[in-house]
């Protein structure tokens, strides 16, 4: 058994708000939480002036392995996660070849037993043939299905064969929401697109709403537990807020959809902003924001996507669609904290309590006795720009190079152990698999 370690003098955000407290690990649990604790033989971290949060879980990430592994690989990408406080991830099926079956997902997650510094859980990707294999594969965080096509060749666009996948089966469906149908009519109309701004017109705000309705309509009919991954439009946020209550949906915001409106993001990044769903005006951001703060949408992701920058320089429309983020959501988050925009609880509920939450992911996501200690002390008053060039993730740019930000992860803790410290890693123990114990699964309502 290994020593157990007392964090002593931390401002700790708690379920019930932000507390002074001292917290107890050990045997990888939080053990107790505490005005004064003291026990004989632990190793004390003095986390005087810092901030203690549960460990971030970014639910959507492309570590590309197997298959893409010059974009990035378990071990590359969950280095990347752990330097950004996130301690937990839930990657996607588009790598090569695709997560379609229950063999093709041990293999995965052998990978990652043998290379991921935190902690992870995979989605198994929808086919139109909607294999038996979506249900009986055990462990899993839910079913992706690509509505429109993006990177890889996952796709289900035709409505019987939603209708069948949602039919079949209670594990959660998560949805990438773009029309397919409608892609390729704008795709024609526009002809010979020459600028990644057009882009956001091929993939509209009516191609997001209209994958986004279809998906609700069948999470209605079935009481499917459904997530929207990515949402980028006012016109879903508003149609969320209405249809919400009585369906068994939560949605998510990735930061670069509040944070890099257009046609700005397009002036400055070109392809490296081309994403999909695209980046878009600021109307569309304010209203995501909006929607994050009332509860509406209801936790933060970032689709880390990582494409080299080779690959990026191919220019519109040759470029693949996709950009890093990982590393950088909590700061950024932190950041907008420091900026008196939304507070840090709201953060942990966004970015730790909530995924835990949404996915049924056991002993996560809080700091409370009997919950697994992944844990992450912020600097809250630390500076530091985001530099291309200096990043964990293998493409090594970011479409925030130059941001100088507030409020950074200065040391990450997966499962009672040390992986990341003031930029140093700690590799001599790897991340686990996340058990979902979702009551959906059970039969039970999604509450
Ligand atoms: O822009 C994107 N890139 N959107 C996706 O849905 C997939 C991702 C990727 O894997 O590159």
């Known amino acids: 058994m290994d020593t157990p370690i007392l964090i002593k003098h931390a401002i700790a955000i708690l379920p019930n708000g932000p507390e002074a407290v001292d917290v107890l690990i050990a045997g990888g649990r939080i053990e107790k939480v505490g005005a004064t604790l003291s026990v004989s033989g632990a190793q004390i971290i003095d986390a005087k002036g810092l901030?203690?949060?549960?460990?971030?879980?970014?639910?959507?990430?492309?570590?590309r392995e197997p298959g893409m592994e010059w974009k990035e690989d378990l071990g590359s990408g969950s280095r990347a996660a752990a330097a950004g406080g996130v301690t937990g991830f839930l990657?996607?099926?588009?790598?090569?070849?695709?997560?379609?079956?229950?063999?093709?997902?041990?293999?995965?997650?052998?990978?990652?037993?043998?290379?991921?510094?935190?902690?992870?859980?995979?989605?198994?990707?929808?086919?139109?043939?909607?294999?038996?294999?979506?249900?009986?594969?055990?462990?899993?965080?839910?079913?992706?299905?690509?509505?429109?096509?993006?990177?890889?060749?996952?796709?289900?666009?035709?409505?019987?064969?939603l209708d069948r996948?949602?039919?079949?089966?209670?594990?959660?469906?998560?949805?990438?929401?773009?029309d397919e149908a409608l892609i390729r009519e704008n795709k024609a109309r526009y002809g010979a697109a020459a600028k990644p701004e057009d882009h956001a017109l091929i993939r509209s705000p009516e191609v997001a709403l209209r994958a986004t309705r279809t998906a609700m309509e069948l999470s209605r009919k079935y009481r499917r537990r459904l997530h929207i991954l990515h949402m980028t439009t006012q016109e879903e946020a508003e149609y969320l807020a209405t249809e919400k209550a009585g369906i068994p949906v939560s949605a998510e915001v990735c930061p670069q959809h509040f944070l890099l409106p257009a046609p700005d993001c397009y002036e400055k990044?070109?392809?490296?902003?081309?994403?999909?769903?695209?980046?878009?005006?600021?109307?569309?951001?304010?209203?995501?924001?909006?929607?994050l703060k009332s509860g509406v949408i209801d936790c933060i992701a970032t689709d880390h996507a990582p494409h080299t920058r080779e690959e990026k320089d191919k220019g519109f429309p040759h470029a693949p669609s996709g950009m890093p983020g990982v590393e950088t959501s909590l700061p950024l988050m932190?950041?907008?904290?420091?900026?008196?925009?939304?507070?840090?609880?709201?953060?942990?509920?966004?970015?730790?309590?909530?995924?835990?939450?949404?996915?049924?992911?056991?002993?996560?996501?809080?700091?409370?006795?009997?919950?697994?200690?992944?844990?992450?002390?912020?600097?809250m008053a630390r500076e530091k720009t985001i530099e291309n060039g200096k990043l964990q993730t293998k493409v090594n740019w970011s479409p925030y190079n130059g941001w100088k930000i507030k409020g950074w992860p200065v040391v990450t803790m997966v499962n009672g152990h040390v992986v990341f410290r003031e930029g140093e890693f700690f590799t001599d123990r790897m991340g686990r698999e996340m058990i979902i114990d979702a009551p959906w699964d059970r039969g039970e309502d999604f509450p």
């Open 51 to 63: 901030t203690l949060i549960p460990g971030a879980i970014d639910p959507q990430v492309h570590f």
């Open 91 to 161: 990657e996607m099926p588009n790598t090569q070849p695709a997560t379609t079956t229950a063999e093709l997902m041990a293999a995965k997650k052998a990978i990652a037993a043998s290379k991921s510094l935190v902690n992870y859980n995979f989605f198994i990707g929808a086919t139109p043939e909607a294999l038996p294999d979506l249900l009986s594969t055990p462990n899993v965080c839910g079913i992706k299905i690509f509505m429109g096509a993006s990177t890889g060749t996952l796709l289900v666009d035709k409505l019987a064969d």
């Open 165 to 178: 996948i949602f039919s079949q089966g209670r594990r959660l469906i998560a949805v990438h929401a773009e």
């Open 269 to 291: 990044l070109g392809t490296y902003a081309q994403m999909n769903p695209p980046l878009r005006e600021k109307r569309h951001g304010e209203a995501l924001w909006k929607a």
């Open 334 to 379: 932190l950041d907008r904290v420091n900026q008196g925009l939304c507070s840090l609880e709201e953060v942990v509920r966004w970015m730790s309590s909530n995924p835990a939450r949404l996915y049924g992911i056991k002993n996560k996501g809080r700091i409370a006795p009997g919950y697994d200690a992944d844990l992450v002390l912020l600097d």
